[in-house]
């Protein structure tokens, strides 16, 4: 049976307000009025004041409570205007608009040298634009999330960059050809892991758009390579995926073996990703596995999955997988004549707090086991 979850987990968050600490109070008070359209809704001892504009709120503390060149990130309905508006009132711009994988987004400096990162819905039809760190480098995003500094890209990093804008707006052929570009030019290069992530991010393209077999022979190789180089955690991710090729191609024991040596290198990896990250990793592959147990009539051996899945989840506090784990093993346990009361209410429970497609989720099963 789960444990209980703990009494905080009831307690209610709302929004935070940051707290910037200013050099001179009056200043940043006009500048946030004048350049940025915020209200001062009061001031206290002539020190600290609170700004807002919506439903934002930042405090202004005059020297105290932090340091100059904080980071605020800021939704709004719409940057490209705000940035028009702020062209216009001057505001220092550090970054104009720009499309990334989390939004489109701009960067704007105070007289502290804070930055203000207001950001809204991605364009979908705008390729992905280079970001500007704290120190004035900027990077470039490469497929798989991976960033490399502008400055350093190589022939075959170029030919990457541009698979970003062709994935996004659906030009496989011109996906394809630049990825099998890359490969030849790390080839080329001897840089045995950058082909290895290269092959890869080939082997998902070829998974999503069908060909399964081509994903597969680009997947091992890519493991091959990773295992040479000693690349504990991408091998275990690689090894994952291609146990996901194995599943919809309908290979159980061929998904059940990667998925176990997935585990595995997860479970070993302690040093090189959060313990929050790996208990994820490890659910999901828990998670795989279970599907493929279910999928093959072994309830048993399912449920025992999902509620390892469970117990995984549960120490990264992760609502969504607790309430499909718990689900699953309520309905496993139904099907093998036992009782999913406390695992199914312990599903509710972690559903309260997620999306609409859980919710029904965890419905579907509670009609199903009565």
């Given at each position: 049976m789960p444990e209980a979850a703990p009494a905080a987990a009831t307690i209610q968050f709302h929004s935070p307000t940051p707290i910037l600490s200013v050099k001179d109070l009056n200043v940043s008070l006009d500048y946030y009025a004048r350049t940025l359209g915020f209200k001062t809704d009061f001031i206290q001892s002539g020190i600290i004041a609170s700004v807002s504009r919506g439903a934002c709120h930042i405090f202004l503390v005059e020297g105290d409570q932090g340091h100059p060149g904080s980071w605020v990130w800021i939704g709004v309905s719409d940057s490209a205007q705000l940035y028009e508006e702020y062209q216009a009132s001057g505001a220092k711009i550090r970054v104009p608009p720009t499309n990334r994988p989390w939004g489109y987004e701009m960067q704007v400096e105070d007289p502290d040298g804070h930055v203000l990162r207001f950001g809204s819905d991605q364009k979908p039809d705008e390729p992905f634009g280079e970001w500007l760190d704290m120190h004035g480098t900027r990077w470039t995003p490469l497929p798989q999330g991976r960033w490399k500094p502008s400055d350093r890209l190589t022939d075959a990093d170029q030919a990457l960059q541009a698979v970003g804008s062709a994935w996004q707006q659906?030009?496989?052929?011109?996906?394809?050809?630049?990825l099998e570009q890359a490969v030849e030019l790390w080839r080329k290069s001897g840089n045995q892991v950058e082909l290895a992530h290269t092959l890869r991010t080939l082997g998902e393209f070829e998974r999503k758009a069908g060909d399964l077999e081509r994903a597969k022979a680009y997947y091992e190789e890519a493991i091959a390579l990773l295992r040479g180089e000693n690349q504990l955690a991408h091998l275990a991710d690689a090894v994952r995926h291609l146990g996901d090729i194995h599943h919809k191609a309908r290979r159980p024991a061929e998904a059940e073996a990667a998925y176990r040596e997935a585990l595995a290198l997860y479970r070993q990896e302690a040093k090189l990703r959060s313990a929050s990250q790996r208990n994820l990793d490890v659910g999901n592959v828990l998670r795989r596995l279970a599907i493929v147990k279910e999928e093959?009539?072994?309830?048993?051996?399912?449920?025992?999955?999902?509620?390892?899945?469970?117990?995984?989840?549960?120490?990264?506090?992760?609502?969504?997988a607790l309430a499909e784990s718990a689900a699953w093993v309520a309905r496993l346990a139904h099907r093998l004549g036992t009782s999913g009361e406390e695992w199914l209410a312990q599903a509710e429970k972690a559903a309260l707090h997620c999306e609409e497609d859980t919710k029904a989720h965890v419905e579907k099963v509670r009609a199903e086991i009565g």
């Open positions: 659906g030009k496989k052929d011109e996906v394809r050809h630049a093959a009539g072994d309830n048993a051996s399912a449920r025992d999955l999902w509620q390892q899945a469970y117990e995984s989840y549960a120490r990264t506090g992760y609502q969504p």
